[in-house]
């Protein structure tokens, strides 16, 4: 047991960057673990690390934090597992230039993030700041719980920028606000302040900005002092109000699987980059005349002889 300066005994140890196979050549995240010093468990932490893109999230993120979350789920000492993000932001969602290609890979042969929570056998906390927007939100509201700073900001961008999304994750939303918030928050891409996310339940608690990572420690203390396996079950009972949902990209593939190909889905990363509001609708209208133009074609051609003589 180690004392503070005030001479009081400590309740944690030092955070420690994990090293070993695999987990020491990270550049996306940053992952570290702690041990409470009352309990003798630990706690495992997942940091996005790139503060300058605001931590956005490409493949290479997504299979980094695999490799976290892999050792943590098999570390017997590890009871909790934090979800955070460098700087200051907890996150603005996919990276947009990378996401005109890379999208395709993640739609049709990966799995996005969620799913990494999802299957965690331990209780992760989402630890959030500043903006908290598009995939890094349906992670934040996935984790089990959710503790946000007082200037944290939450919301989707999918239709605006083009990007779809569907699978467990989305109507999981209705279970976590309520089916109408839900569809607001997905649709509309409005954006919720960490009060109005608190009111509808998106996340369990706010504080002040300089006391976020005291009180995700607080909760984290808390759950140590449970029984670890009874927790583990209890995570896995009730991540079962997701298993009767689709996998991620079945629906979007199954209703438009040339979408990354079609001008309507490259319109939005390209209005998004250029800075410009995109016109989905002057593309719908172009869409409608040439398939007027398609079925007028074919119906001159599909007129009897008689017809035409």
Not at 64 to 84: C, L, S, T
Not at 116 to 127: E, G, M, N, T, Y
Request: with cysteine; net charge negative.
């Amino acid at each position: 047991m180690t004392k503070t300066e005030d001479g009081d005994m400590a309740e944690w140890g030092e955070w420690v960057q994990v090293a070993g196979e695999g987990l020491d050549d990270f550049v996306e995240i940053l992952y570290e673990k702690r041990q409470h010093l009352l309990s003798g468990g630990s706690i495992a932490r997942v940091s996005l690390n790139k503060p300058e893109r605001m931590n956005t999230l490409t493949l290479a993120t997504v299979d980094e934090m695999f490799r976290a979350f892999y050792d943590a789920n098999h570390d017997p000492m590890v009871g909790v597992i934090i979800v955070a993000g460098k700087g200051k932001h907890f996150g603005a969602g996919g990276d947009v230039e990378w996401e005109r290609w890379g999208l395709r890979e993640a739609f049709y042969n990966r799995y996005p993030h969620n799913r990494l929570i999802r299957l965690s056998r331990k209780p992760v906390i989402a630890q959030v700041q500043g903006y908290c927007i598009a995939g890094h939100n349906h992670m934040a509201y996935c984790c089990d719980f959710t503790i946000a700073a007082d200037n944290a900001v939450f919301g989707q961008a999918g239709p605006r920028v083009s990007s779809p999304a569907d699978g467990f994750f989305v109507p999981y939303l209705t279970k976590v606000v309520g089916a109408k918030k839900a569809r607001e928050m997905w649709m509309l891409c409005r954006k919720y302040k960490a009060e109005q996310a608190l009111a509808m339940g998106l996340v369990n608690t706010v504080v002040p900005l300089d006391e976020l990572e005291a009180e995700v420690e607080r909760w984290c203390a808390e759950l140590l002092e449970k029984s670890p396996g009874c927790l583990e079950v209890l995570k896995a009972s009730f991540d079962q109000e997701m298993d009767g949902y689709r996998e991620s990209c079945v629906t979007s593939a199954a209703m438009y699987p040339d979408w990354f190909d079609m001008p309507e889905g490259k319109e939005g990363g390209a209005a998004f980059l250029a800075k410009r509001k995109p016109e989905f609708w002057r593309l719908r209208e172009r869409e409608a005349d040439a398939r007027q133009a398609l079925l007028d074609a074919y119906q001159a051609e599909s007129k009897p002889q008689d017809e035409e003589s």
